[in-house]
Each structure stands twice: as C-alpha cells, then as structure tokens.
C-alpha cells in the first residue's frame, strides 16, 4: 500500500477505533491530536490490538502554522479521516466561538493544506444531527437539514457546507461525510473505548459508570414521548462496526469509486431503540442491575429519530453486524477494565 491515511482525533473514541481497523486493513497510519480530550497511552492500546504503534504528532489543527508545518513535513499522506473536534453538547452553547474556531477553522486549515500539498481525499465524522427532528422516518440523506440545535451541532452543518462549496470550487479534491446515528460500545479486547472527561452526557457512557457505582442513579429523561414506552428514540450504533465505515469510504475515494465529489451517507443501524430498551438490554447483556429513575425530557432532546440505511448499504457495501447486546457488553467489558473491575 503506498501513501499514508492521516487520522485527526486519532486518540479519540470513534477515531482510535477507525485506526485500528485501518492498520487491521493494512493502511499506514499517522494519528494528530492535540490530546485535549483524550491520552497518549491510547496509541500503546492501539498497538497492542493491531501489533502497530501509529506515528503521532500533538497538533491544534486550529493552529494554521502549525499544521501547515506538519503538512510540509509530511509528502505521503493521500487521504485525511478529519474526527478532531470538539463534541459535548451543552459546552457548546456555554463557549460557541471555542467550538465554531476550533471546529470550523481546523477543517479549513485542513483544506488548505490539501490544496497546497495536493491531498485529494477526505473524509468527514457528520453527525445525525444535522437532521434535528425530522418530519418522516427513517431519515435517508435527502431528508431536509433543519437548523442545528447547539453550537456543535451547527459546526457538523457549517462544515458540511464547508466541504460542499471546496470540492465543488477545487475539482481535485473529493470529500465524504459520514452522519453517524448514536455510537457506542467499544472494540472487544476492552484496549479502547469512550472515555469521556468528567459527567458523561451520553446514555451509555453514564450507564456504564452507574453499574461500575461511579454515579449514583441513571436518570432517564422523558417518558411522555409519543414512543412505545414513552422514552425517546435513537440508533445506536457499535462503533467498531462504525471504524469499518470509514475503511470503505476510504477505499472509494482511493479507488475513483464515488459518484460525485462530495457524497453523504448515513451511518447507523437501521432500528431504533427506546431509552429504556437500552437499559433493560443492558442489564440482560451484562446480569447487573442498574438503578435508574425517570425524570423530565432534558432540553434540546429530539423525540425520536433512526437512519434509513439503504444507500450506505447498497452504496458503501457496508452494514452494521454487531448486536444490540454484544455492543452493550463490550461498553460494560470497556468500562470494567479501566475501573479494575473483576469478573
Ligand atoms: C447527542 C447529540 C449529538 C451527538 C451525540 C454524541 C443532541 C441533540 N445530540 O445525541 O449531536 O452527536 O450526542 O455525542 O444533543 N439520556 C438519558 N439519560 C442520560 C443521558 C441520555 O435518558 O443520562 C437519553 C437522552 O435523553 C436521549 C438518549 O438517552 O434520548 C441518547 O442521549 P445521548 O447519548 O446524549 O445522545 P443524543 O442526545 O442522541
């Protein structure tokens, strides 16, 4: 294989996952990360899954000397998987123009540097998101956009755009950007998984810290929603099943197989699953009781929402094959080895 594939946010949940299975596919891999929500030991992890250690480099892609730099040092990488961003929800609308600076800006820089070094391919970590509450289920990727409900979610939009208006300007670039549904779970050695810094916002990362006692009580927000059990609908997805994702949409650029410059795709599993499933799947994956209470529906939640996966299917040739319950056991495997929980 000649040519390196860049992974920004290497060190991160779903982007530690993608280099894995791009090292497991026989890519050459060079991780950037400016560490801000992740560790350096994550790479010794990822070698010892993969048998490589991937090069690295500590970089703000936010910082346009910096990555310039690194590009200048760099002639062999051929594509880019962009995940560098910052992602929590709420902090997003305490600091927007941390989140619009460090996440637009980065991607720009990013393009920048793709021009100047001649990188063609990129591909971009989208979110459903981007589709807030959407009138028809399930979402396909025609479904209309509506305006972002946060900050983040409006920088997955933005640079959407962003990449849209570049490819169509600067016809020797091709983009992907893949919208995923709700990852969770982590890789089945439990090497590497989601470590979120401080309170986890996100369901499984707050269930899992509330079966290892960490938190006292998962609070389930909602339960007048208009779903079979009242609690709001998602797709989640496993993440490992989510890294190979990104492997074929790589392979599609590398091998002149999109259709257009600039291609979208959903990524999720097709079903949606209630809050509530989610726990009682839990507990049934995993044999422990969790202790949860219903409260009200937290702001800013959307109701229900779950992708129509045909195009990534018959498109990409890809499908998410891992189980509901396995993908819970492996966040409850994930969670037990980083807190020294025994069997
Ligand atoms: C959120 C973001 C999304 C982002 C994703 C991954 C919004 C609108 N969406 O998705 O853009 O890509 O996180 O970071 O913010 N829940 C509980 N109790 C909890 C935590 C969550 O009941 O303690 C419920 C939520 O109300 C929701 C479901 O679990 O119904 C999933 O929540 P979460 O994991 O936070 O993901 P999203 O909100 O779907």
């Not at 860049?6 to 991780?31: F, N």
């Not at 995923?180 to 309170?199: K, R």
């Not at 999109?258 to 009682?280: A, C, D, H, P, Q």
Request: overall charge negative; hydrophobic content about 40%.
């Amino acid at each position: 294989m000649t040519g390196k594939i860049l992974v920004t946010g290497g060190t991160g949940y779903i982007g530690s996952h993608t280099v894995v299975e791009l090292q497991e596919a026989g890519y050459d891999v060079i991780v950037v990360d400016d560490l801000s929500n992740s560790g350096i030991d994550v790479l010794d992890n990822i070698a010892k899954i993969s048998g490589t250690k991937p090069a690295f480099s500590k970089i703000n892609l936010a910082d346009g000397v910096k990555t310039d730099n690194f590009f200048s040092r760099h002639h062999d990488i051929v594509a880019i998987i962009h995940f560098a961003a910052s992602k929590a929800v709420g902090e997003s609308v305490q600091i927007p123009l941390h989140y619009y600076r460090n996440n637009l800006v980065s991607t720009m820089n990013l393009l920048d540097c793709q021009l100047k070094y001649g990188i063609a391919n990129i591909v971009f970590s989208s979110s459903c998101t981007v589709y807030g509450q959407p009138d028809k289920l399930p979402v396909t990727e025609s479904t209309p956009r509506k305006d972002a409900e946060s900050p983040y979610g409006n920088t997955k939009r933005v640079i959407e755009d962003i990449l849209r208006d570049a490819i169509h300007a600067y016809p020797q670039l091709r983009g992907i950007a893949l919208r995923y549904f709700n990852p969770i779970g982590a890789h089945p050695s439990a090497l590497i998984g989601e470590l979120p810094l401080g309170v986890p916002q996100n369901l499984v990362p707050f269930i899992t810290q509330t079966a290892a006692g960490i938190r006292n009580e998962l609070k389930v927000f909602g339960s007048d929603y208009d779903t079979p059990d009242g609690s709001a609908i998602r797709d989640y997805i496993n993440v490992v099943d989510l890294a190979k994702a990104h492997v074929i949409a790589i392979e599609r650029l590398l091998h002149n197989r999109n259709k257009e410059g600039f291609e979208v795709f959903n990524l999720g599993t097709g079903n949606g699953s209630t809050v509530l499933e989610i726990v009682r799947g839990f507990e049934k994956a995993t044999g422990v009781k969790l202790n949860y209470k219903i409260v009200d529906r937290r702001p800013g939640d959307i109701e229900k929402i779950w992708a129509d996966t045909t195009y990534a299917n018959e498109e990409l040739g890809w499908k998410a094959r891992i189980g509901l319950e396995e993908t819970l056991l492996s966040a409850w495997n994930w969670e037990k080895r980083i807190r020294g929980i025994g069997d």
